[in-house]
T-cell receptor
Framework: DSGVTQTPKHLITATGQRVTLRCSPR?????VYWYQQSLDQGLQFLIQ???????AKGNILERFSAQQFPDLHSELNLSSLELGDSALYFC????????????FGPGTRLTVL | AQSVAQPEDQVNVAEGNPLTVKCTYS??????LFWYVQYPNRGLQFLLK??????LVKGSYGFEAEFNKSQTSFHLKKPSALVSDSALYFC??????????????FGQGTELSVKP
């Protein structure tokens, strides 16, 4: 158990809908990262927050947004969902922005029908 | 831009034999390299990292990795494979510059299958 929690574990929804994925980092970790894992794209970085501020963006779609709250938990919002958004979404955390490892949560499996 | 490549989609070994999962990298500057393992329906588990220092890095579950700067490689190794090592293995490089976001860039993954 990495100490990173994600809810929900599974999410099934329809095209055009909006969903919110939640992540609680390890106690004391200030950085939160979101990744998407799909069969065709592999593991792709989406976005990073550090102590409430956005720090880096990857190939995140405009329909996706995220934020990190004062208690350091983070939410990833996905809107106008398309079939191709079906994937595993991982949250990871690390104490700082340094060169150390990131600790991954169990993921949220999103299925868009 | 930083990148990693895992040239083998799948590696098959017999239990008790040594295993190697290959990774090559391309970075500008000093590399920060990682290995993660993913079991079915689970998140990624950290195995080991190379930041600086000894070229042979020891990690969890008996795994180790050898950093080779001249060959730009960071191969994962284990002297004696177990059936329970069967999983998906990812090599990753930490994006730089330091303190301006630290996203991981992953290879495509290598499926390791250890047969009894």
């Amino acid at each position: 158990d990495s100490g990173v929690t994600q809810t929900p574990k599974h999410l099934i929804t329809a095209t055009g809908q909006r969903v919110t994925l939640r992540c609680s980092p390890r106690s004391g970790d200030l950085s939160v990262y979101w990744y998407q894992q799909s069969l065709d794209q592999g593991l792709q970085f989406l976005i990073q927050y550090y102590n409430g501020e956005e720090r880096a963006k990857g190939n995140i779609l405009e329909r996706f947004s995220a934020q990190q709250f004062p208690d350091l938990h983070s939410e990833l919002n996905l809107s106008s969902l398309e079939l191709g958004d079906s994937a595993l979404y991982f949250c990871a955390s690390s104490p700082s922005e340094g060169a150390g490892e990131q600790f991954f949560g169990p993921g949220t499996r999103l299925t868009v029908l | 831009a930083q990148s990693v490549a895992q040239p083998e989609d799948q590696v098959n070994v017999a239990e008790g034999n040594p295993l190697t999962v290959k990774c090559t990298y391309s970075v500008s500057g000093n590399p920060y390299l990682f290995w993660y393992v993913q079991y079915p329906n689970r998140g990624l588990q950290f195995l080991l990292k190379y930041i600086t220092g000894d070229n042979l890095v020891k990690g969890s579950y008996g795994f180790e990795a050898e950093f080779n700067k001249s060959q730009t490689s960071f191969h994962l190794k284990k002297p004696s494979a177990l059936v329970s090592d069967s999983a998906l293995y990812f090599c990753a490089v930490r994006d730089i510059p330091y303190n301006q976001g630290g996203k991981l860039i992953f290879g495509q993954g290598t499926e390791l299958s250890v047969k009894p």
